[in-house]
């Protein structure tokens, strides 16, 4: 593994008396796509936000791009991008205005926001509907130019969570095209997901439970040394360890 | 201020296309202005009158014609006996029954003096009071006509009276759209940034687009300015609004200078959005912000001294309204486009209002946090 961009140990985060992440420690390479799976409630939530600079550690330590979560989160905001499927572009603005408010509040220059936002529609193939609300987009739209958008000023590092709920296969499919895609260029992929299908498409995937990461390591290795042949099935018993086979 | 002047024209962007908020920020208040201030009067008129003739001469005919005369009161009916009178009063078919007793021409004529009773219903204490102030001035006006017409006062050389005449400085005609547009003019300015800056920023965190906007570089301050500056140029942009409506469909007079009013309502403004911002930043969802600015709009107008003297209020409610930026904002109004106040007379009041903007802003920022902890 090359040299870590994010790296955390015994990071904690406490509401409370709740410990909703509970001292976890891992590191993540650049250009790496990480995934960052655990059940509703786990701590993926609370841990992205202590890493992205939303929300400040109670304890323990983390670097983002070699800048601390504690002092730093300014400096860690500038390198960069953050995508989530619920929220990540204004639904009553245009595809062009969402694409220029963000690029304008990351420092882009006119040009650039104007060369940008021209390639990157037709990549899309958003150039027909650049000027609709984004209310009126299909889901599957939305989360490929909000992926985009998080990219707009280039960051190292770019966290998603959960960008692909609600979409049909085939559309998470190309969503993780645009993923490689990305990584291939070098930028560090932070991903939460639901879909034990797309853990797989991960180099390395950490699961959480209650608040700790109770595995770490790349989907085959995972697999093999918990003697199972899906992730589906690591993934329910590694969260409900009692349950045997039933959900 | 590159930033600013994205985030700016975001929030540009999302008001004026939000189909619902249009009517909010421009027809609201001017319905609001059009019927407040026609609605919104201390004047007493077309009071119903009940009539309760028990003599049936030509002086109590006159008396009562006095009454209908008058323009104030609408006789509405007659009565013959006090329980008949007193059902009128109940049922609210009259505000005042005047009762003429009998003999009343009589002991005029003989004794120089009679009496007759009026019966005001006093639910209302205010209007009670002037409706009593109407019918002394109706009777004070009878006699003063009478008595050379009775028999012996002829002998009696005419007594010299003092008369009060009470002229009214400022508002000489005491028209109350003068009175009252100045200062609903400060409340809708207040409504609308009040509940549009607190609505916007909750709005962004109830959506989860607050969280995208806190994960960029964006500075604290940039926020803020790119947040309230919109609210500020439309509440003033409302206020040019309202003042040409006053102008021109109230005839509402300009003594002062309206740069003035300008440079005040720019400060008042800030007041407004300051804590909008802050109710913004202590609740979690829309509705929340909604009621918290609802608490706090329905104290401030009514102790604005807008509908009510603020020197008939309790000395502690009195106290209390000196917190209150909408009263000085209120008064300094009154002050500047009726009496043509200038900056020296108004100098407390908006030495206070800035005060207020420093408080309520610098709370407000430290209250938004890009980092929760």
């Excluded at chain 1, 193939?125 to 985009?148: C, E, N, T, Y």
Aim: charged fraction near 20%; glycine fraction near 8%.
């Amino acid at each position: 593994m090359s040299e870590p961009v994010i790296h955390t140990e015994e990071l904690t985060r406490t509401f409370g008396e709740f410990r909703a992440v509970d001292g976890i420690s891992f590191s993540v390479g650049a250009g790496e796509v990480f995934g960052f799976l655990g059940a509703n409630g786990a701590g993926k939530t609370t841990a992205m936000k202590m890493l992205t600079g939303l929300l400040l550690p109670t304890s323990g330590k983390a670097t983002v791009a070699g800048f601390d979560v504690f002092s730093e989160t300014e400096s860690i905001k500038r390198n960069i991008g953050y995508m989530s499927q619920r929220f990540s572009l204004y639904d009553d603005l245009t595809a062009r205005e969402n694409i220029r408010f963000f690029g304008g509040i990351y420092g882009l220059s006119s040009s650039i926001i104007k060369e940008k936002s021209e390639a990157l529609l037709s990549s899309l193939d958003l150039i027909a509907v650049a000027d609709s609300r984004i209310s009126d987009l299909p889901l599957g739209w939305k989360q490929k130019l909000a992926f985009s958008v998080a990219l707009l000023h280039e960051p190292k590092i770019v966290f998603l969570d959960e960008p692909t709920g609600g979409v049909d296969p085939l559309t998470r499919r190309r969503f993780w095209d645009m993923i490689y895609e990305a990584a291939d260029k070098g930028v560090t992929v932070f991903v939460t997901t639901h879909y034990m299908d797309e853990a797989e498409y991960c180099d390395r995937v950490s699961i959480m439970v209650n608040g700790r990461i109770a595995a770490l390591d790349t989907p085959m290795a995972m697999k093999s040394s918990f003697g199972v042949t899906t992730m589906d099935e690591l993934f329910i018993r590694l969260v409900r360890p009692t349950a045997g086979d039933g959900i | 201020m590159r930033v600013i002047g994205f985030l700016l024209q975001k929030e540009f962007l999302q008001i004026f296309r939000n189909k619902g908020m249009l009517p909010i920020i421009f027809i609201m208040p001017l319905i609001q202005l059009v019927i407040l201030s026609n609605a919104a009067t201390f004047d007493v008129r077309n009071v119903p009158f009940n009539l309760q003739d028990l003599d049936r001469t030509s002086l109590s005919e006159n008396l009562s014609e006095q009454f209908t005369g008058s323009g104030y009161f609408q006789l509405t009916g007659e009565s013959s006996t006090s329980s008949q009178a007193l059902d009128v009063l109940v049922g609210r078919n009259a505000d005042l029954v005047l009762v003429i007793p009998e003999g009343f021409e009589k002991e005029l004529m003989r004794g120089g003096s009679a009496k007759v009773q009026l019966i005001i219903n006093a639910e209302d204490g205010f209007s009670a009071g002037v409706i009593q102030g109407y019918t002394n001035d109706i009777i004070t006006a009878f006699n003063r006509d009478l008595i050379p017409q009775l028999p012996g006062s002829a002998v009696a050389a005419p007594q010299p009276d003092i008369i009060v005449r009470s002229s009214a400085w400022y508002n000489p005609e005491l028209v109350y759209v003068d009175y009252m547009v100045p200062g609903i003019l400060v409340i809708l300015v207040t409504l609308v940034g009040l509940f549009l800056s607190g609505m916007n920023v909750v709005r962004e965190k109830e959506i989860g687009t607050i969280d995208q906007i806190n994960v960029t570089p964006m500075r604290r301050y940039q926020f803020i300015t790119g947040k309230l500056l919109p609210f500020w140029i439309i509440g003033l942009g409302e206020l040019t609004l309202g003042l040409i409506i006053a102008r021109v469909a109230f005839h509402v007079p300009m003594l002062g200078s309206y740069w003035l009013i300008y440079l005040v309502a720019g400060i008042y403004m800030l007041v407004v959005l300051g804590m909008g911002l802050l109710i913004s930043t202590l609740t979690d969802s829309q509705q929340q912000a909604m009621f918290i600015a609802w608490f706090f709009m329905v104290i401030f107008t009514l102790m604005s001294g807008l509908f009510t003297a603020i020197e008939s209020m309790p000395h502690w409610a009195q106290n209390m309204t000196l917190a209150n930026p909408v009263r000085h904002f209120v008064d300094i109004m009154r002050r500047v486009m009726l009496k043509g106040s200038g900056i020296r007379e108004i100098a407390v009041p908006l030495a206070i209002l800035t005060a207020d903007a420093a408080l309520l802003i610098t709370l407000a920022v430290n209250r938004y946090r890009k980092v929760s902890d």
